[in-house]
T-cell receptor, first 113, second 112 residues
Framework: NAGVTQTPKFRVLKTGQSMTLLCAQD?????MYWYRQDPGMGLRLIHY???????AKGEVPDGYNVSRLKKQNFLLGLESAAPSQTSVYFC????????????FGQGTRLTVV | SQQGEEDPQALSIQEGENATMNCSYK?????LQWYRQNSGRGLVHLIL?????REKHSGRLRVTLDTSKKSSSLLITASRAADTASYFC????????????FGQGTELSVKP
């Protein structure tokens, strides 16, 4: 099984450009998450979804939008990229059964110049 | 602000020594999980402890939970160079609406 797959793995954007990060999971998980990781800041939750068609804001949602049209996919969009969004982005998924572990993708390294 | 906060932020020890990392959280939880991250890679789940448990073991890992103090600790015994990584605690549960919140992590360096 592939588990959680993130696309792309690396990307360089110019300020003001837009892009979409794709997260796909093949474990039939209900919950999916997008995090960003910056040096010394740990993982900060951007948005999450508890099911197909539902999304919710996390700790740092500003400047990002998400969609969960299909259960297996969770998209993270940057409408107008800013240098402050330079980061490593991680997607994760887990079952809605309480106490289950989350599975992570390998990350997307995004640089905004 | 983040739910879980790790302490210390960085820890350097010699192979064979024990490593202890602490995590504090702010709200009531159903469970607390510990994850490991090797440099630049995704996180991998290590162990989960439920709110009605006080201690749990898995191989060289020992986790404790004190809900009255809203804190947890992860002990790695007889550490190895391969244990060098960052370690994160995470809290989540039904009472958090599906959220899974991570702390800032402890960067562990084990010197051979």
């Amino acid at each position: 099984n592939a588990g959680v797959t993130q696309t792309p793995k690396f990307r360089v954007l110019k300020t003001g450009q837009s892009m979409t990060l794709l997260c796909a999971q093949d474990m039939n998980h209900e919950y999916m998450y997008w995090y960003r990781q910056d040096p010394g800041m740990g993982l900060r939750l951007i948005h999450y979804s508890v099911g197909e068609g539902t999304t919710a804001k996390g700790e740092v949602p500003d400047g990002y939008n998400v969609s969960r049209l299909k259960k297996q996919n969770f998209l993270l969009g940057l409408e107008s990229a800013a240098p402050s969004q330079t980061s490593v982005y991680f997607c994760a998924s887990r079952s809605r059964v309480d106490g289950t572990e989350a599975f992570f993708g390998q990350g997307t390294r995004l640089t905004v110049v | 602000s983040q739910q879980g906060e790790e302490d210390p932020q960085a820890l350097s020890i010699q192979e064979g020594e024990n490593a202890t990392m602490n995590c504090s959280y702010k709200t009531s939880i159903n469970n607390l999980q510990w994850y490991r991250q090797n440099s630049g890679r995704g996180l991998v789940h290590l162990i989960l402890i439920r709110s009605n448990e006080r201690e749990k073991h898995s191989g060289r890992l020992r986790v404790t939970l004190d809900t009255s103090k809203k804190s947890s600790s992860l002990l790695i015994t007889a550490s190895r160079a391969a244990d060098t990584a960052s370690y994160f605690c995470a809290t989540g549960g039904y009472n958090q609406g599906g959220k899974l919140i991570f702390g800032q992590g402890t960067e562990l360096s084990v010197k051979p």
